[in-house]
């Protein structure tokens, strides 16, 4: 697809979005940028920007196959890709099957004990307060989203999970929990948008518990890159 890159119209913490001459198409650029505890630790992940690109959109087209719809058009090199322009839906959507970080802070539970069934739960995205939880009819007395977008929301997230588990699990790893972000078409369909990828999915080795994720980079674990790469690695070899 020939589409020409325009001006930028957003950096965030990963990426950055730039508009093109088709106002339905934008284009989003991958940065080597890590941040961590909302922005309060700063870094940089050498190659991060090239994986979290390529594992996006390979995720991103296994879901399409699987009937799941994403903003995913096409790869135009290492950093960048073209993508449906969307609004996205200020709301964090987090699917966790077994328990870690906030969740296992929140209820005292051990990090790594295994959920009955997965769960959903839903942060504000909004840095100055932190990105609170919140509840679905808060989301609906805020006018964050309907209640019908709020049912297409919650039924993406648990089927992008089931692919994501099992695709996860064929290559030895352990889908412990994850964020996406939902998309506003103009005609109003809800898509999945944002990225798939070690900053926003923990990974643990099925066999080691072994963390090949951003927590490496949020818990001083060393071995960053390394782990960025082994799951890049995994996913390449299927
Ligand atoms: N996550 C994310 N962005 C955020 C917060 C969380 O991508 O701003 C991901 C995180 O990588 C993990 C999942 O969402 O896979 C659940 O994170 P949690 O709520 O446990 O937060 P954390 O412990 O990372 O603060």
């Known amino acids: 697809m020939n589409v020409k890159k325009l001006n930028q119209i957003y950096e965030g913490k990963a990426k950055k979005v730039f508009a093109t001459d088709n106002p339905?198409?934008?284009?989003?650029?991958?940065?080597?940028?890590?941040?961590?505890?909302?922005?309060?630790?700063?870094g940089t992940i050498a190659g991060k920007g090239v994986i979290n690109n390529k594992m996006s959109n390979m995720m991103f087209m296994l879901l399409e196959k699987n009937g799941v719809r994403t903003h995913f058009v096409e790869?135009?090199?290492?950093?960048?890709?073209?993508?449906?322009?969307?609004?996205?839906?200020?709301?964090?959507?987090?699917?966790?099957?077994?328990?870690?970080?906030?969740?296992?802070?929140?209820?005292?539970?051990?990090?790594?004990?295994?959920?009955?069934?997965?769960?959903?739960?839903?942060?504000?995205?909004?840095?100055?307060?932190?990105?609170?939880?919140?509840?679905?009819?808060?989301?609906?007395?805020l006018g964050v989203a309907t209640e019908k977008e709020l049912s297409d929301i919650q039924a993406m997230a648990f089927k992008v999970n089931e692919v994501l588990k099992g695709f996860?699990?064929?290559?030895?790893?352990?889908?412990?929990?994850?964020?996406?972000?939902?998309?506003?078409?103009?005609?109003g369909d809800i898509i999945l948008a944002d990225e798939i990828s070690p900053d926003t999915?923990?990974?643990?080795?099925?066999?080691?518990?072994?963390?090949?994720?951003?927590?490496?980079?949020?818990?001083?674990l060393g071995g960053v890159e390394e782990?960025?790469?082994?799951?890049?690695?995994?996913i390449n070899s299927k």
Do not use: M
């Open 24 to 42: 339905d198409f934008y284009i989003v650029e991958y940065k080597d940028d890590a941040t961590a505890f909302n922005g309060l630790k700063h």
């Open 168 to 187: 996860f699990a064929s290559i030895g790893v352990k889908l412990i929990d994850f964020k996406i972000e939902a998309g506003r078409l103009p005609n």
């Open 201 to 220: 999915c923990r990974f643990w080795d099925a066999e080691t518990n072994e963390k090949l994720d951003k927590d490496r980079f949020r818990r001083d």
């Open 227 to 234: 782990a960025y790469q082994e799951i890049f690695r995994r």
């Open 75 to 141: 790869q135009i090199n290492d950093r960048e890709t073209i993508v449906k322009a969307v609004k996205i839906v200020p709301l964090e959507i987090i699917i966790r099957n077994v328990a870690a970080g906030s969740f296992s802070k929140r209820y005292g539970v051990e990090e790594g004990t295994e959920l009955k069934a997965p769960t959903l739960e839903f942060s504000l995205k909004n840095d100055a307060l932190n990105d609170p939880l919140i509840n679905n009819s808060h989301i609906i007395a």
